[in-house]
């Protein structure tokens, strides 16, 4: 009977393994914003747009985009904050950790339903800006 159950839950994770990685990454686009490259999110901070952390509290702390709001997307992301940081006409970036994340995907889809205009969706987030060598803090 140990035989049988080690193949069953061999053949389970099998199974289930590509679903759940398929569950944990984030959708490629979000209708109604941009989806932005480690180079063109580069450039957008060059050019003074606002930069908007939606990860947990402790992953901001840990090191962040220079000048990035942290609006928590669980907590703290709403429309009236998000307006306090950004017109809705002007450009905005949201970012989290990347393609397992989340997070910016949903904040990306909130702002947009939200009416604002100009959203870049910055899918690789915070890692690939830390491994493109730009500046954090």
């Known amino acids: 009977m140990t035989n049988f159950l080690r193949t069953l839950a061999a053949v389970a994770s ?28 580069g450039q957008l901070f060059d050019d003074g747009v606002a930069f908007i952390d939606v990860r947990k509290p402790s992953d901001f702390d840990a090191g962040r985009i ?35 994340c989340m997070r910016s995907s949903k904040a990306a889809e909130m702002a947009v339903q939200w009416g604002f205009s100009k959203v870049y969706y910055f899918r690789d987030g915070y890692p690939a800006w830390e491994g493109a060598g730009f500046p954090i803090e």
Do not use: M, R
Request: with cysteine; glycine share 4%.
């Open 14 to 41: 099998l199974v289930l393994l590509p679903f759940a990685a398929l569950a944990a990454t984030s959708p490629e686009t979000v209708s109604g914003a941009t989806t932005v490259s480690p180079e063109e999110a």
């Open 66 to 100: 220079p000048g990035a709001v942290h609006l928590d997307v669980k907590s703290a992301l709403t429309q009236d904050a998000l307006a306090e940081v950004v017109a809705a006409d002007a450009p905005v970036v949201f970012y989290c950790n990347g393609h397992s």
